[in-house]
């Protein structure tokens, strides 16, 4: 839901298996403080919203299994504080953004099971 984005001292949002449909809403870019994201939701879809650019708090975002599409944002590369990246399993079919490159404390990337070119 969109008032998902007044939780501004959320630490840690985790949504399971869960029957959450829809988009991911683009005020989840209003939790600020967040540094754990886990949406491993098999009824999402659409895009990754530009607004997750503006989480640069975090460490670990797990983003696997639901059903994104197009393209990874070019504002991923303003997540420089994360570590992990678990973007598999989705839809995405779009080469990656080179801006990926300015996440160099990133240890894991998982791209698995995409249509990603280029």
């Known amino acids: 839901p969109t008032q998902i984005g007044l939780l501004t001292s ?3 949002l985790i949504f399971g298996t869960n029957q959450v449909t829809g988009p991911i809403p683009s005020e989840i870019g209003s939790l600020s403080s967040l540094v754990r994201l886990y949406i491993n939701t098999h009824n999402l879809n659409g895009s990754l919203p530009s607004e997750i650019g ?3 708090s975090i460490t670990e975002l797990w983003l696997d ?3 994104i599409d197009s393209n990874i944002p070019s504002e991923i590369g303003r997540l420089t504080s994360a ?3 678990y973007l598999n399993n989705n839809y995405l079919n779009k080469p990656l953004p080179s801006e990926i ?3 160099t404390h990133l240890i894991l990337l998982w791209l698995n099971n995409n249509q990603i070119n280029g």
Do not use: A
């Open 101 to 103: 490159g300015k996440l």
């Open 65 to 67: 299994n639901t059903r």
């Open 54 to 56: 503006k989480l640069t």
């Open 83 to 85: 570590k992990k990246l």
């Open 10 to 12: 959320l630490q840690e």
